[in-house]
């Protein structure tokens, strides 16, 4: 169940235009049912992201063996995890 080059990038692009806010988040669900999605504080994770947006991370999931665990690997990933960053604006 890999994660198809063009679905990262329509992924990234959807991002970076409406963010990673509830209403975008089952967006995406909806869009890619077969991705888990989660949702959570940056200060979670220690792992570097993916990819990086104004005020999240991207963290690509790996759930293919009986642990889940991020990896860097899109033919890897079966789930995504939006980090959010607190930033003083």
Do not use: Y
Not at 10 to 33: K, M, N, Q, V, W
């Amino acid at each position: 169940m890999a994660l198809a080059a063009d679905e990262l990038t329509e992924i990234e692009g959807l991002l970076a235009a409406t963010g990673a806010d509830a209403a975008s988040l089952e967006a995406l669900r909806r869009r890619f049912p077969k991705l888990a999605w989660m949702r959570c504080d940056a200060s979670d994770v220690t792992e570097q992201p993916f990819r990086r947006f104004l005020d999240f991370d991207l963290h690509l999931i790996d759930g293919s063996d009986h642990c889940v665990h991020m990896t860097a690997d899109p033919a890897k990933a079966t789930g995504m995890l939006l980090a959010r960053r607190n930033i003083e604006r």
